[in-house]
C-alpha cells in the first residue's frame, strides 16, 4: 500500500497543506493524480510518496479518519524536477503563499492544465526525391520543378492536392512530418569587442570575486552589456548555464538580438510567448539544449541543471516583483538558485536600489563600477520650470525649449525620444459645472479617454465605458478633458511637426504579439522620427541616433504617497537621460518640471547617483524604511462590506498581539468592485516576522467566512 501526501490544485491559503490519499501501486513524486476532494473530482499534486506494509483499515483505524483512493494518474512522469520542487516549497514560505500558486508561478501553461504531456506541434515538409524515369505531364513537372526540399506542405504554394497526390505516387517526393521550431530568427554575427580597462577590471574582478552577489554599478552607456557577453562566453567555456534576466518585454528584443550575434542556441522566455513556445523553450532548457537564457523575471524559474551565472540587467526595475500571488521578487528567487548551484549573480544598474548599493558598500556584495561613457560624454542636461513656461503663455505639454530641440534635431535628419508615464488621451473628464470627476464604477479611480477608439477606460481593471453626452450627475453637457497622456502628446506633436513621422510605444500601442518589437524595429531603421513612450522605453535602449530626450511632467510620480515615490521617479528621469547621446553624436535631455528645485531633479540633473543615495538614505533612516528595516503588507479584499468590517476587526486584534511595529492600518480604494484593507508590519528580523505572521495568517484563516486575504513580503509599493 502507497501512501501519497497530494496538495490539491486549489490556490488557497485556506487549505495550504497536504492531503493523504493511498494507491494500490507506486506512484512518482511530482506528477499530477486525480483524487475526490470535498466530494468533487479535483488534480492534485504528489508532494511526498512512502510504502506501508499495512491495510487500508489498519491504517483508518491508527489515524481516525477515511481514507480514499486516487481516482487516476495524470502523468507518466514528473512535471518538475526535484531542485525545482524543493523551490516551490521555499517560495511558498518566504512569501507567505499557497504551495500550489508557487508551483503554478514555475510551470508553463500547457503542465497547469488537464491533459498529458503535449506533444511538440507538427508541420508536414515535402522532400524531393530524384525524378528518374518517371513521365509527368507538364503540371506536373511544374509543379516538381517549382518544389524545394523541405518546403510547408500546400503552405506557400497553391497546389491542387490531387498533383501532390500523384507525385506522392510517383515518389518523386516524400512527405513527412517535423516539429515545429521557435525563436529561429537568424542575426548575423559580430565579433566580440575589445573591454576597455573598466569593463576588464570588472570582468575579472566578479570572475575572481569570493561573493556569490557582485554589483556591475555603471552609468548609462559604459558598456554593461559587452562585459555580460563576456562573462556568458567565460561560463560557457565552462560547461555551464547563462540566465540573463531583463525587467521588461521591451527591452527583450535588443539583449536577444546582441546575444544571438554572439552565441548559437538561445532561448527565450517571457509572457508575450505563447504556451506552445512557453512549452519549447522550457523543454530546451530541460534537455540542456541551450545554455543561455535571455528572458524577464520567469525566466528565473525554467529547469536549469547546471547553472553558471545568473546576470540581472536593470536590477532596479520594480518589474522583477510579481504584485499578484505569490509576490515574488525575481532577484530574491535569483539568489536562491545561485546558492543552490554554487553560481554567481550579477546584479547591473546605473541606479542601483537603495539596498543593494548600501549592500555593496558594506561588503555583503562584490562591487565593480564603470564610472565612464564608452565616448566618454554625457548628455547636457537642461530643466525647465513648468510654472514658469506656463505664466509667460507657453504649452505646459511642450515647452518653448524643446520645440526647438526637436526642431534642430529633425533637420539633423536625428531621433528623439520623448517620455510621459502617462497613457492614453487624457487622464481626467470633470464636469465644468458641478466639478464631478468620471470615475469607474468598480474602481476609486478617474476614467482615462483614449480618443481613438471614443472611450473612456479603467486603468486598473480595464474596463471601458461610452463617453456620455453630459454629466451624470448634475446633466452639464461642459465636460472637460483635464491633463494628457502619450496619445495627446503625438497628436499635440503632429500638429507642430506635421512632416515628421512620430510613433508610440505604450501599453496600448504594444498589445498586440510582437508589438513592442515592430515598434523598436521600425524606429532603428529610422522609419520614426520622434518616439513618444512610457516608462517601457525609459531604459536599455541603445540608439545612435538619438540626441534628444524629453521628459515631461518628470517630477508627477513624486506627488504619490508611497515611500518608494522618490528613488522610481529618481530612477525613471535618470534612466531616460541616458537614452540620449549614446554613440558619436552629443545628446541633450530636457526636462520639463512643475517643482525643479526637489532634490530628486536636482541629483538627476547633476547626474550624481551618489547626492540622490545619500539624501534618501538619511530620509528612509529616520521614517524606518527599507533597508533599514523589513516589511509586510497584509491585505483584504471583498465585495462584501459588512464581512469586510468583520474581517478587518479579527486581523486587527492578531497583528496586535505581534512584537512588531503596525502602521497605518487604513482602508483602500476600491479595485474591480472589491473593497480593500491594509495593514503595514515592520521590523528588522526578517525570519522572525515570517514565523510571527504565518501564525497570524493562520490563525485568521481558522475563522470561518473571512475576507480573501493577500501577503506580500517587502512590497516595493504599498497599494
Not at 177 to 194: G, H, P, R
Not at 486 to 495: F, I, Q
Not at 624 to 638: E, G, Q, S, V
Amino acid at each position: 500500500m502507497y501512501l501519497l501526501d497530494v496538495y490539491v490544485t486549489n490556490a488557497s491559503l485556506n487549505i495550504n497543506r497536504t492531503f493523504t490519499y493511498l494507491s494500490d501501486y507506486e506512484v512518482k513524486r511530482g506528477v499530477r493524480v486525480d483524487v475526490l476532494f470535498n466530494n468533487k473530482k479535483t488534480m492534485a499534486f504528489v508532494y511526498n510518496v512512502s510504502f506501508i506494509e499495512k491495510s487500508k483499515e489498519e491504517l483508518e483505524s491508527e489515524c481516525g479518519y477515511k481514507l480514499n483512493y486516487i481516482l487516476n494518474v495524470v502523468d507518466e512522469k514528473p512535471i518538475i524536477s526535484e531542485d525545482l520542487l524543493e523551490l516551490s516549497l521555499w517560495l511558498s514560505k518566504v512569501t507567505i503563499s499557497p504551495f500550489i500558486s508557487c508551483l503554478n508561478v514555475m510551470l508553463p501553461k500547457t503542465l497547469k492544465i488537464r491533459h498529458e504531456y503535449i506533444k511538440s506541434r507538427k508541420e508536414t515538409r515535402i522532400k524531393k526525391h530524384d525524378n528518374a524515369d518517371i513521365s509527368m505531364t507538364k503540371r506536373q513537372l511544374e509543379v516538381y520543378d517549382e518544389l524545394e526540399d523541405c518546403m510547408l506542405y500546400g503552405d506557400a504554394l497553391k497546389i491542387s492536392p490531387s498533383i501532390i497526390k500523384k507525385l506522392l505516387d510517383y515518389g518523386v517526393i516524400e512527405k513527412y512530418e517535423e516539429d515545429i521550431k521557435y525563436n529561429e530568427t537568424v542575426v548575423d554575427k559580430t565579433s566580440f569587442n575589445k573591454l576597455n580597462k573598466e569593463q576588464s577590471m570588472a570582468y575579472e574582478g566578479i570572475i575572481s570575486s569570493d561573493k556569490y552577489v557582485n554589483l556591475l554599478y555603471g552609468v548609462m552607456g559604459s558598456g554593461k552589456t559587452e562585459v555580460y557577453l563576456h562573462l556568458t562566453r567565460y561560463y560557457l567555456t565552462l560547461n555551464k548555464q547563462v540566465l540573463i534576466l531583463v525587467p521588461e518585454i521591451s527591452l527583450t528584443p535588443q539583449m536577444i538580438k546582441r546575444v544571438k550575434q554572439r552565441f548559437n542556441n538561445v532561448a527565450i522566455y517571457h509572457s508575450y510567448l505563447n504556451d506552445n513556445e512557453k512549452y519549447y523553450e522550457y523543454n530546451r532548457v530541460k534537455n540542456r539544449e541551450v545554455d543561455v537564457v535571455v528572458g524577464t523575471r520567469s525566466a528565473v524559474f525554467l529547469p536549469f541543471s547546471n547553472l553558471g551565472i545568473i546576470i540581472i540587467d536593470e536590477e532596479h526595475d520594480h518589474s522583477y516583483k510579481q504584485d499578484n500571488v505569490p509576490c515574488y521578487n525575481a532577484k530574491m528567487v535569483a539568489f536562491k538558485r545561485a546558492k543552490d548551484f554554487d553560481a554567481k549573480v550579477v546584479l547591473a544598474s546605473a541606479t542601483p536600489t537603495l539596498e543593494t548599493y548600501s549592500r555593496a558598500l558594506r561588503g555583503d556584495y562584490g562591487l565593480f563600477k564603470l564610472n565612464n561613457r564608452i565616448n566618454n560624454t554625457l548628455p547636457e542636461i537642461e530643466v525647465i520650470d513648468l510654472q514658469d513656461e506656463v505664466k509667460k503663455g507657453g504649452s505646459y505639454i511642450i515647452s518653448e525649449d524643446l520645440k526647438n530641440e526637436i526642431r534642430n534635431v529633425l533637420n539633423s535628419n536625428e531621433q528623439s525620444i520623448i517620455i510621459l508615464n502617462r497613457r492614453g488621451y487624457s487622464p481626467v473628464i470633470k464636469c465644468a459645472d458641478c466639478g464631478s470627476v468620471l470615475m469607474c464604477n468598480d474602481c476609486d479611480t478617474p476614467l482615462n479617454y483614449h480618443k481613438d477608439e471614443n472611450i473612456m477606460k479603467c486603468h486598473i481593471c480595464s474596463r471601458t465605458y461610452k463617453v456620455p453626452a453630459m454629466c451624470p450627475r448634475c446633466g452639464s453637457k461642459k465636460l472637460l478633458h483635464y491633463g494628457f497622456g502619450t496619445k495627446r502628446v503625438v497628436e499635440y506633436l503632429e500638429e507642430l511637426f506635421p512632416d515628421a513621422r512620430i510613433g508610440r510605444m505604450d501599453a496600448d500601442s504594444t498589445s498586440t504579439k510582437n508589438g513592442h518589437e515592430m515598434i523598436l524595429e521600425s524606429f532603428e531603421r529610422h522609419e520614426i522620427d520622434i518616439l513618444v513612450g512610457t516608462q517601457m522605453i525609459s531604459k536599455g535602449l541603445d540608439y545612435p541616433l538619438v540626441t534628444l530626450v524629453g521628459i515631461l511632467n518628470a517630477d508627477s510620480g513624486l506627488l504619490h504617497s508611497d515611500y518608494n515615490s522618490t528613488e522610481s521617479t529618481f530612477d525613471l528621469l535618470m534612466q531616460s537621460s541616458g537614452r540620449s547621446g549614446r554613440s558619436v553624436k552629443n545628446g541633450k535631455v530636457i526636462i520639463q518640471a512643475f517643482n525643479p528645485e526637489h532634490y530628486v531633479v536636482e541629483a538627476v540633473k547633476r547626474q550624481d547617483y551618489e547626492l540622490f543615495f545619500n539624501t534618501e538614505m538619511n530620509l528612509r533612516k529616520k521614517a524606518m524604511y527599507p533597508p533599514y528595516a523589513h516589511m509586510i503588507a497584509l491585505y483584504l479584499k471583498d465585495s462584501n462590506l459588512k464581512r469586510l468590517e468583520d474581517s478587518i476587526i479579527i486581523l486587527d486584534k492578531l497583528t496586535d498581539n505581534t512584537e512588531f511595529k503596525k502602521y497605518r492600518p487604513m482602508m483602500l480604494n476600491r479595485i474591480s468592485g472589491f473593497s480593500r484593507y491594509r495593514i503595514l508590519i515592520k521590523g528588522k528580523d526578517l525570519a522572525k516576522m515570517l514565523i510571527e505572521i504565518n501564525n497570524v495568517v493562520e490563525k485568521y484563516l481558522n475563522n470561518k467566512n473571512v475576507s480573501v486575504i493577500k501577503v506580500d513580503v517587502n512590497p516595493l509599493y504599498l497599494e
